[in-house]
T-cell receptor, first 114, second 115 residues
Framework: NAGVTQTPKFQVLKTGQSMTLQCAQD?????MYWYRQDPGMGLRLIYY???????DKGEVPNGYNVSRLNKREFSLRLESAAPSQTSVYFC?????????????FGPGTRLTVT | GENVEQHPSTLSVQEGDSAVIKCTYS??????FPWYKQELGKRPQLIID?????GEKKDQRIAVTLNKTAKHFSLHITETQPEDSAVYFC??????????????FGKGTMLLVSP
């Protein structure tokens, strides 16, 4: 099992450019999440998908959109990147259907917006 | 919504000492409390978790205690080793039968264990 995978690992964007971060999991988990991690701020939830076909806003959703493509894949889109979106982005998944709330994280994407 | 406060933000200990990290939460309905360890440049990984129906849980050198009345929980690491050096995050959430909520994380504690 690969667990949770993310692409790309690194990305540099110019202000105003758009991009999509990809996430996939092979553990048959129903719930998936996108976090951003900034120094001294911990992990902040951007969007989550409790089950296939649903998405909800987290703590910091502004400037982002998501798509739960199928049970395995959950993508995060930046439509018009801003320097404030420079961060490390983590995708995670969990099996809340079976009352297991452990979240498994992907390796992260380091995004710089200039 | 839930608010999780974590202290201290940095903690330096000598190898072999014990380390304690404390967290408080605000939502009295929260009933799941995990701790994640993140090594430099790596992803967060679960090291131990506790549910509100128990007061303490141990796994070798690590233990977590929970005080529901005071709404705080703590991570205890005994006989620390240099490989324990990392950032530790606490978190809280509600399970499905309590009105499911996503994890709210504390801001993290950087633990440095000196040889």
């Amino acid at each position: 099992n690969a667990g949770v995978t993310q692409t790309p690992k690194f990305q540099v964007l110019k202000t105003g450019q758009s991009m999509t971060l990809q996430c996939a999991q092979d553990m048959n988990h129903n719930s998936m999440y996108w976090y951003r991690q900034d120094p001294g701020m911990g992990l902040r939830l951007i969007y989550y998908s409790a089950s296939e076909g649903t998405t909800d806003k987290g703590e910091v959703p502004n400037g982002y959109n998501v798509s739960r493509l199928n049970k395995r894949e959950f993508s995060l889109r930046l439509e018009s990147a801003a320097p404030s979106q420079t961060s490390v982005y983590f995708c995670a998944s969990s099996d809340t259907d079976r009352e297991s709330y452990e979240q498994y994280f992907g390796p992260g994407t380091r995004l710089t917006v200039t | 919504g839930e608010n999780v406060e974590q202290h201290p933000s940095t903690l330096s200990v000598q190898e072999g000492d014990s380390a304690v990290i404390k967290c408080t939460y605000s939502d009295s309905a929260s009933n799941y409390f995990p701790w994640y360890k993140q090594e430099l440049g790596k992803r967060p990984q679960l090291i131990i978790d506790i549910r509100s129906n128990v007061g303490e849980k141990k796994d070798q050198r690590i233990a977590v205690t929970l005080n529901k009345t005071a709404k705080h929980f703590s991570l205890h690491i005994t006989e620390t080793q240099p490989e324990d050096s990392a950032v530790y995050f606490c978190a809280a959430s509600r399970s499905r039968n309590s009105g499911y909520s996503t994890l709210t994380f504390g801001k993290g504690t950087m633990l440095l264990v000196s040889p």
